[in-house]
């Protein structure tokens, strides 16, 4: 049993937690020390939504892009473990000693191949047994089932068995992304309100500008006329001057 469960423990550290499958050209990064693949964490960064330093998948500790190198020692143990045959234990089926590998949708029961064609569940809707792991795993988080599950049905120890060890690690990319999701419709939102702040402010701006502007000519318009009046004031003088000027002068008597 030990030893079973040595080898569980080590085929499940040789996961990536983006990829969910054995890693690929493993990386460490630098920072924090958590491994994955170089294409999975490289594509990662690129689609990210938020700017450099990225968050790590698993710890949130900020790295730029690069920062992480080849781990061969890993890569070593990913080897070793894909040369290590799965322990058959429990998850074989009592009846014909293959792998549950098989989740029956009607039955909420794990079967193998042999059982997939048998009467008692051809005609039946069936996953792989990881698939319906990660359904319950990501289902169980929130409170509930499956909504395909009968409600007359439990999911099976096996099942639980295989969401704890291989769906967590889908279930923290999940939760994960989705917090990613939550920051980024936060972060939206936020920019709207401050956009639609200055577009208000612009508008009260702008029409501050447009009264300042009609007084200003208005003011301007009552300059202009009173220096006309004043002008033509002027030139009236001036012309009733001249007139008297031209009149002829009276000789004394």
Known sequence: MAARGGIKDLQEAVICSICLAS???????????HNFCRSCITQYCKESKVSPPYPCPQCREPFQE?????????RNVVEIAKKIPEPRGKKACEKHEELLKLFCEVDQTPICVVCRESRSHKDHAVLPIDEAA??????????????RAHSRHQPSKLL??????KGRHSLQSFFFFKQLETERQKIVAEFQQLRQFLEEQERLLLAQLEELNKEIEKRRDEYVAKVSEELSSFSSLINEMEQKCQQPKHPRT
């Open 160 to 165: 639980l068995g295989v969401a704890d060890s």
């Open 66 to 74: 690069g920062e992480f190198q080849p781990n061969r020692d890993l």
């Open 134 to 147: 990660v359904d319950y795993q990501v289902m169980f988080a929130f409170g509930g089932i499956p909504a």
């Open 23 to 33: 890693f690929n050209n493993p990386v460490i990064l630098i920072k924090c020390g």
